[in-house]
């Protein structure tokens, strides 16, 4: 009798020591890849019959000036949460993006108040170089909020608004999110215009092919366009993505005038990379047409002290997850799954 109670009492001590660094954020990173992937894998969310249910809102926000819609999600228990700020890829569906909706629920049932800024630049596919001040104000005022004193708050980024997040987090607020993650981003302008023009990526110093969509092809040239601050600038931005090649459209670039060039380097995360702060989890497709994943290397390989982690796994699809499980086998679903349960378990370590 007395060596079964100290057994467990042995069991509940390790239970206890075990459950702040490892199985509560396990537990979390597991329900996230269940409610991302028991859809298409076991055809229902299983997450979602074994959490209350989701609260949702929508106020009107001003940050830095400028007017957006907000729209929030909150688990179903409590009053007081961790919290993340999602900064959308340029869809001009802002807000009613089914899949950001559906992963602001998802974060929400694992235990985080998210907030999901529509900024009104990456609805209408700008390239703002203001944009990372409107950010970095919108992530201040999740952190003011009563509801996340004494939490962790971090910022989740999809593609183009995750290079705009990660040149926010070198400045203000943002500099001191508790965590970045990236889903699919650029890190240079200048070498993604590269990468559209030529169709070639430059990987370990070797050029290698890489295709962008044609949704890449169509709006980046005239977003990058007009973003310049003359008719000279412009012509400069248009002649390199009539380039052929990627060494060319560099070159092309090196005529910007000292405004057009400001431009560029105010809204790559390169040229702030050693400033920004949070540490940063990448998360990039290697099939990836929308941005090349020569720029998720690019930033591993870059000199910079804070914390930064990679993945590329092949059951994410650019700024989608939970979409590539199609004709995997068992084996490979299991092994990707660990990848990504592995990774997120990193994440949610630091995000609380």
């Known amino acids: 009798m007395r060596r079964g109670t100290a057994v ?20 979390k990173a597991a329900l996230l890849l269940l409610d991302v992937y028991s859809p298409s894998l076991a055809g229902s969310d299983l997450a979602e019959r074994v959490t209350p249910p989701v609260r949702v809102s929508e106020t009107r926000e001003t940050f830095d000036g400028t007017a957006m819609r907000v729209s929030w999600w909150r688990p179903g228990w409590g009053d007081s949460h961790p919290a993340i700020m999602i900064v959308n890829g340029a869809t001009p569906v802002g807000n009613d993006n089914e899949a ?37 104000a919108a992530f201040a005022h999740l952190r003011s909020l009563p509801e996340t004193r004494g939490h962790p708050v971090g910022i989740f980024g999809a593609s183009v608004g995750a290079g705009l997040a990660l040149v ?56 990058i366009a007009a973003a310049m601050p003359d008719e000279a600038d412009r012509a400069v931005v248009s002649a ?40 940063v989890f990448w998360i990039h497709d290697p099939n990836d047409t929308y941005e090349p994943p020569a ?17 590329v796994p092949r059951l994410v699809q650019h700024a989608e997850v939970g979409t590539a499980t199609q004709g995997r086998s068992a084996l490979g679903l299991a092994g990707e799954l660990w990848r990504l349960l592995r990774f997120t378990l990193d994440v949610l370590r630091v995000a609380g």
């Open 295 to 311: 720029e998720a290397y690019a930033a591993e390989a870059a000199p910079r002290d804070g914390r930064f982690e990679l993945v």
């Open 168 to 223: 926010a987090a070198s400045r203000g607020a943002a500099a001191h999110a508790d965590e970045i993650v990236v889903l699919g981003s650029y890190f240079d302008v200048e070498t993604y215009v590269a990468a559209v023009a030529s169709h070639e990526q430059r990987i370990g110093g070797s050029l290698e092919p890489w295709q962008p969509s044609d949704e890449v092809k169509t709006r980046l040239p005239p977003a």
């Open 8 to 27: 467990l009492l042995a069991i509940v001590v390790a239970f206890g020591l075990l459950w702040r660094p490892l199985l509560y954020p396990g537990g």
């Open 240 to 279: 390199a993505f009539a380039s052929d090649s990627y060494d060319g459209a560099l070159a092309r670039l090196e005529a910007l005038s000292p405004k057009g060039r400001a431009v560029l380097d105010a809204l790559s995360p390169s040229t702030v990379w050693p400033r920004v702060g949070p540490p």
């Open 100 to 136: 950001t909706r559906e992963f602001g629920a998802t974060l929400a049932r694992a235990g985080y108040l998210v907030m999901l800024p529509q900024f009104p630049f990456l609805v209408e596919g700008r390239l703002d170089a203001g944009a990372p001040a409107v950010i970095d």
